[in-house]
């Protein structure tokens, strides 16, 4: 079972720019499909960003050119690279790792970090 620790959140204007990391441990990360994901008050969680084993990335269409997601499997972690960020950005951030047995689904969490986007 993998743990998933995220860091990197906090306040910044409009405009402004920060990196969310999350570290892996626990197990072999290498093996996992990682994503952010993003719940604001009141709304359901979504999908911001993935990235696969092979590398493949997939955003949702309000972060396309503005987020990056990318991987560093020698250090077990995985970031996410916000710029450009906008008030209706402003949520908590949790970092996904998932892998698949037997055609299953295995989805694990980590504890989320806020970002708030305001001037």
């Known amino acids: 079972q993998v743990q998933l620790v995220e860091s990197g959140g906090g306040l910044v204007q409009p405009g402004g720019s920060l990196r969310l990391s999350c570290a892996a441990s626990?197990?072999?990360?290498?093996?996992?499909?990682m994503g952010w994901y993003r719940q604001a008050p009141g709304k359901q969680r979504e999908m911001v960003a993935t990235?696969?084993?092979?590398?493949?990335?997939n955003y949702v269409d309000s972060v396309k050119d503005r987020f990056t997601i990318s991987r560093d499997n020698a250090k077990n972690t995985v970031y996410l690279q916000m710029n450009s960020l906008k008030p209706e950005d402003t949520a908590v951030y949790y970092c996904?790792?998932?892998?698949?047995?037997?055609?299953?689904?295995?989805?694990?969490w980590g504890q989320g970090t806020q970002v708030t986007v305001s001037s």
């Open positions: 990235i696969t084993r092979g590398g493949s990335t």
């Open positions: 626990g197990s072999i990360f290498s093996i996992y499909d």
């Open positions: 996904n790792a998932r892998r698949f047995s037997l055609g299953v689904p295995f989805n694990y």
